[in-house]
C-alpha cells in the first residue's frame, strides 16, 4: 500500500568552499564534522522513533473510537440497510468523531460506500479490498489535496444468535493480520464503516520535532567548537615546538633539544627528534674536529715545506745556469732542467696550499683599490708575456671601473688565461664588458670544451676533469684559489661552454659606484 510521507528539512549544510589547508584547521573541521554526524545520526534514530510513535498512536487511538462508536450505532442498524440508513449512520459517526473530524462512509456488501455530506475524500481502493479479504480492521496512511490523511476500514459482524451486530475484533496496520484477531466470516453482517481523518496535528507534532532539531543542532555544534579547539591546541602545541626545533637545527644550533613529557605518539616523535639532534651535533663536531685537523695539516706541511723549498729552488736556478752554459753532459742537462720543472710545480704547490689555508682560515686579507679593469687585464697580459703573444687576444672596448684587490684580481685572470692555454686551443679572448651595476670578463678558448658532467665540478679543489691523466701540469687547486678570490672581492665566477666550442669562464664584479668600501 502507499503510505504518505512527512517532508524532512535536512539540518546539514553544504560547505562550498576549498579544503582547508592549515593543520588546525583541518583538525577543527574533522572534529566538527564528526560530532554533527554523531548529532544528526542520534537526531534522525530519535526522530524515527518519535515519528513512529506519534503515528502509531494516533492509528491506535482512531480505530479504538471508531470501533467505540460503531458498538454503540451498529446494534440500532436494521439490515440490510438502505442508502438512507447508512447516510444516517455515517451521520451519526461524523457527530459523533467531534474534534478529530471524522469523514465517514459506509457500505453494504461490497457496494459503494455512501457518506453523509459531499465532499468526503474518498476511501482508497486499496483498503477497501483488504477489508473485505481478510474480515477484519484495517487501516492506512494516505495524501489528499497535499494533507496527510489516515483512512480507517472496519467490518461490522453479528455477535450472537439474535442477530445484533458488533464490530470486527480484529485491528491491522497494514493488510495482514494474526489469526485470533480475524472475525469469523460466516458471522460478518456485510456492513462496512469507512472513516477518514485528517493527519495535521500528528503532522505539526512531527515539524516540532524536525524544528528543534534543528534549532538545537546549532548550538550543538558552538558547543563543540570549544572542544575542537582546546584538542587542535594540544595536538598542535608539540608539532609547533617541532617546527620551531627543526628551525634551530637547520640553523645550526645542533645543542637544540625539546621538552619530552607523556606516553603518547607526539612525545616518541619529541623523542626521536631529541636523539636525532644529539646525534647531529655529535656528528657535526667529529667533523668538525676532523676538517680542522685536515686543513691544520695542510697548512703545516705547506709552512714546512717552504723552507727546503726555498734552498731546493736556489739550487736549480744554478744548475739551470750551467746547464744553459752547455758545461753539463747531455743526459745530466735533461735531468736538471726536469728537476727544476718539478721544483717549481712543488713550489707554486705548496703556495698554493698555504693560499687554501688563508681561505679556510678567512685570514685572506684584501685591499682594495678604484682602478679600471682594463688596465688589470692589460698588467696581467703583460707580466705573464701574454701581451705580444697571438694565442691571447684582448677585447677592452670600453672603461671598466672597479673597487678591488689588484693582486687577486690579477691572480684570477692568470689562472683563467692560463688554463685556457692548456686545456683548450688558441685564440683564448679575454674580454671585458660594462652590464650596469656589474662588469663581466670573459675568458673564451677554442678547445674542445668541458665535458658536461664536470662542469659542476671544475671549481672544486683537486679535481681533474681526465682522471686517466693525473700528472696534467697542474696542483687542481688553480680555478678553486681563482673562485675564492673573485668572492673575496664581492664577484662571481662561472664556467660554461660556448655554443660554437671552447670553454668561457666569466668574472662577475661590481662596479666601482655599487662595490663596498676598503677592509
Request: charged share 25%.
Amino acid at each position: 500500500m502507499r503510505r504518505f510521507r512527512l517532508p524532512l528539512r535536512s539540518a546539514a549544510s553544504v560547505f562550498r568552499r576549498h579544503a582547508p589547508r592549515g593543520l588546525r584547521v583541518r583538525l577543527v573541521v574533522a572534529f566538527l564534522l564528526a560530532a554533527a554526524f554523531g548529532a544528526l545520526l542520534t537526531a534522525g534514530l530519535t526522530f524515527h522513533r518519535a515519528r513512529a510513535a506519534i503515528l502509531d498512536r494516533a492509528e491506535e487511538t482512531a480505530v479504538a473510537d471508531l470501533r467505540t462508536q460503531l458498538d454503540s450505532l451498529a446494534p440500532d442498524l436494521t439490515l440490510p440497510p438502505t442508502a438512507e440508513d447508512l447516510r444516517g449512520l455515517t451521520r451519526q459517526i461524523d457527530q459523533a468523531g467531534g474534534a478529530r473530524a471524522w469523514h465517514a462512509s459506509a457500505s453494504y456488501r461490497g457496494g459503494e460506500p455512501v457518506a453523509a455530506a459531499p465532499g468526503t475524500p474518498p476511501v482508497p481502493d486499496e483498503l477497501r479490498r483488504a477489508v473485505q479479504d481478510s474480515g477484519r480492521a484495517v487501516h492506512q496512511r494516505t495524501e489528499h489535496d497535499g494533507r496527510p490523511w489516515l483512512a480507517l476500514g472496519m467490518p461490522v459482524a453479528y455477535t450472537d444468535d439474535s442477530g445484533d451486530t458488533g464490530t470486527g475484533t480484529g485491528t491491522d496496520t497494514g493488510t495482514g493480520a494474526d489469526e485470533d484477531t480475524r472475525a469469523d466470516a460466516g458471522s460478518l453482517s456485510g456492513l462496512t464503516v469507512y472513516a477518514v481523518f485528517p493527519l495535521d496535528d500528528d503532522r505539526a507534532d512531527i515539524d516540532a520535532l524536525v524544528t528543534a532539531a534543528e534549532a538545537g543542532a546549532v548550538p550543538a555544534l558552538a558547543l563543540a567548537l570549544v572542544p575542537a579547539l582546546f584538542a587542535a591546541r594540544s595536538v598542535l602545541r608539540p608539532v609547533r615546538r617541532l617546527r620551531h626545533g627543526a628551525e634551530r637545527i637547520a640553523a645550526g644550533e645542533l645543542d637544540t633539544r625539546l621538552d619530552a613529557s607523556g606516553r603518547d605518539e607526539l612525545a616518541d616523535l619529541t623523542r626521536s627528534f631529541n636523539t636525532m639532534a644529539e646525534t647531529l651535533e655529535r656528528d657535526a663536531a667529529e667533523l668538525r674536529r676532523l676538517e680542522a685537523g685536515a686543513r691544520r695539516f695542510a697548512a703545516d706541511v705547506a709552512h714546512e715545506l717552504r723552507t727546503p723549498l726555498a734552498a731546493m729552488a736556489a739550487v736549480t736556478e744554478v744548475l739551470d745556469e750551467d746547464a744553459a752554459s752547455g758545461v753539463l753532459p747531455a743526459d745530466t742537462e735533461d735531468a736538471v732542467r726536469l728537476i727544476s720543472e718539478e721544483v717549481r710545480a712543488l713550489a707554486r704547490t705548496v703556495e698554493d696550499l698555504m693560499e687554501v689555508s688563508r681561505f679556510d682560515a678567512k685570514a685572506a686579507p684584501v685591499h682594495r683599490e678604484d682602478v679600471d679593469l682594463r688596465t688589470l687585464v692589460t698588467k696581467t697580459l703583460q707580466l705573464r708575456g701574454w701581451a705580444h703573444d697571438e694565442r691571447v687576444r684582448a677585447d677592452l672596448p670600453e672603461p671598466a671601473p672597479v673597487r678591488v684587490d689588484p693582486r687577486r684580481i690579477d691572480v684570477v685572470l692568470g689562472n683563467l688565461v692560463a688554463n685556457a692555454l692548456h686545456h683548450g686551443r688558441p685564440p683564448v679572448t679575454v674580454a671585458v664588458r660594462v652590464r650596469g651595476d656589474r662588469v663581466e670578463v670573459t675568458v673564451t678558448d677554442r678547445g674542445p670544451g668541458i665535458p658536461d658532467e664536470a662542469l659542476a665540478y671544475v671549481f672544486d679543489r683537486f679535481y681533474k676533469a681526465d682522471a686517466a691523466r693525473p700528472r696534467s701540469g697542474g696542483s687542481g687547486l688553480g680555478l678553486a684559489i681563482a673562485r675564492e678570490n673573485a668572492a673575496l672581492n664581492d664577484g662571481s665566477l662561472t664556467a660554461a661552454n660556448h655554443p660554437d666550442g671552447g670553454a668561457v669562464f666569466t668574472l662577475t664584479l661590481p662596479s666601482a659606484a655599487s662595490s663596498p668600501g676598503t677592509t
